[in-house]
C-alpha cells in the first residue's frame, strides 16, 4: 500500500502524495483486475483491501456573499438579455412591462436557432406557450 505513485508536476520539483480519493481509484482498478483473474480462473480468491479514509463533506472554496452576487449578476445579464430582445431602453421597462406582453417577444424568440438543431421542427409562440 505504501508503494502507490506518487504524482509529479515537474521533473525537479518533488512529488507530492496523492489523495485518499485517488488511491481508492488505483486500489478499485487493481481490485477489477483480480476480479478478471477469479473469472477467468487464474485464482481461486480475489484479495481484500482496506479502503483509505476520504472526506465526507463537500469543500466550499467561494464565500457565500461571493455566491450571492454572482447570482445577482446572472439575473442583472438575463434582463439584458431580456431588454435587447424586448427592444426596451431601460431595465426599469423590461420589470414593468415584460411580463404583459408575451406576444411581442414570440417575434424574437422565433429566429433564435440552436446549433444542436439538425431539422427544423414546429415551434410553439411564446404566447400559446405562456
Same mark, same amino acid.
Given at each position: 500500500? $505504501? =508503494? ?11 512529488? =507530492?502524495?496523492?489523495?485518499?480519493? /485517488? =488511491?481508492?481509484?488505483?486500489?478499485? !482498478? +487493481? ?5 478478471? @483473474?477469479?473469472? &477467468?480462473? &487464474?485464482? !481461486? ?6 479502503? @483509505?479514509?476520504? #472526506? ?8 457565500? @456573499?461571493? +455566491? #450571492? ?6 439575473? +442583472? #445579464?438575463? &434582463?439584458?438579455?431580456?431588454?435587447? #430582445? ?8 423590461? $420589470? ?14 422565433? /429566429?433564435?436557432? @440552436?446549433?444542436?438543431?439538425?431539422? $427544423?421542427? =414546429? $415551434? ?7
Amino acid at each position: 500500500m $505504501q =508503494k502507490l505513485p506518487t504524482h509529479t508536476t515537474h521533473k525537479y520539483h518533488k512529488s =507530492k502524495s496523492v489523495s485518499s480519493a /485517488t =488511491k481508492n481509484r488505483y486500489l478499485a !482498478t +487493481i481490485l477489477r483486475l483480480f476480479s478478471l @483473474f477469479v473469472e &477467468w480462473s &487464474w485464482l !481461486t480468491k480475489a484479495p481484500k483491501f482496506s479502503k @483509505f479514509k476520504e #472526506l465526507d463533506k463537500r469543500v466550499s472554496w467561494v464565500p457565500q @456573499f461571493v +455566491i #450571492l452576487a454572482l447570482i445577482d449578476a446572472i439575473t +442583472i #445579464l438575463r &434582463w439584458m438579455v431580456l431588454k435587447d #430582445l424586448g427592444g426596451w431602453e431601460t431595465l426599469e421597462m423590461v $420589470q414593468r412591462y415584460a411580463h404583459l406582453a408575451p406576444s411581442h417577444l414570440a417575434h424574437h424568440a422565433e /429566429t433564435v436557432t @440552436f446549433w444542436s438543431q439538425r431539422e $427544423q421542427k =414546429k $415551434q410553439t409562440p411564446l404566447a400559446r406557450a405562456a
